[in-house]
T-cell receptor, first 116, second 113 residues
Framework: NAGVTQTPKFQVLKTGQSMTLQCAQD?????MSWYRQDPGMGLRLIHY???????DQGEVPNGYNVSRSTTEDFPLRLLSAAPSQTSVYFC???????????????FGPGTRLTVL | GDSVTQMEGPVTLSEEAFLTINCTYT??????LFWYVQYPGEGLQLLLK?????DKGSNKGFEATYRKETTSFHLEKGSVQVSDSAVYFC????????????FGQGTRLTINP
């Protein structure tokens, strides 16, 4: 049971380049989300998904796209990277709250992204 | 909107000292409250939680009590160890199941031997 995995661990992009941050979980969790962590600002929610085929925006969605074609995977796409997207990105998952009441979110190890 | 405010860091203590990290929140409803810990180079781990007023969450010697009257959820530990060095995040969720978390800015804690 690997939990929540993220790839790559580190990435450097040039302004305008595109890339996809990968996130996968093997716990059959319905809920998945992406956060970014910036110094002095804690973590902020980018996008989230309550199940395959369903996504929604969080607090800071601009410049990012997501899709959820399977329960296991929730990739985050940067279509045209900007220096303001330099950050550490965390993926998280949890079981459905509808059926199971309170649930803990499980976080991946993070991807450190630098945009030059 | 909802928000969480933590005491400014970094915090540096000696081993066996008493720890308090303050956390206050603003929310429209009755949120669940959490403390997460991030060890160097790792993702966040849930440290403790409280889902209603007057609940006390505890884990690994850490405690926090949900105080609705003061909208606070301060983290305490009676005797810290070097291994407690980490960044601590206070967070809340208005949604049942802790699925949309609002985080504080984090407090970096360093414990010296």
């Amino acid at each position: 049971n690997a939990g929540v995995t993220q790839t790559p661990k580190f990435q450097v992009l040039k302004t305008g380049q595109s890339m996809t941050l990968q996130c996968a979980q093997d716990m059959n969790h319905e809920y998945m989300s992406w956060y970014r962590q910036d110094p002095g600002m804690g973590l902020r929610l980018i996008h989230y998904s309550v199940g395959a085929g369903i996504t929604d925006q969080g607090e800071v969605p601009n410049g990012y796209n997501v899709s959820r074609s399977t329960t296991e995977d929730f990739p985050l796409r940067l279509l045209s990277a900007a220096p303001s997207q330099t950050s550490v990105y965390f993926c998280a998952s949890s079981p459905s709250s509808v059926r199971e009441g309170y649930n803990e979110q499980f976080f991946g190890p993070g991807t450190r992204l630098t945009v030059l | 909107g909802d928000s969480v405010t933590q005491m400014e860091g970094p915090v540096t203590l000696s081993e066996e000292a008493f720890l308090t990290i303050n956390c206050t929140y603003t929310a429209t409803g009755y949120p669940s409250l959490f403390w997460y810990v991030q060890y160097p180079g790792e993702g966040l781990q849930l440290l403790l939680k409280a889902t209603k007023a007057d609940d006390k969450g505890s884990n690994k010697g850490f405690e926090a009590t949900y105080r609705k009257e003061t909208t606070s959820f301060h983290l305490e530990k009676g005797s810290v160890q070097v291994s407690d060095s980490a960044v601590y995040f206070c967070a809340l969720s208005e949604i049942q199941g802790a699925q949309k978390l609002v985080f504080g800015q984090g407090t970096r804690l360093t414990i010296n031997p």
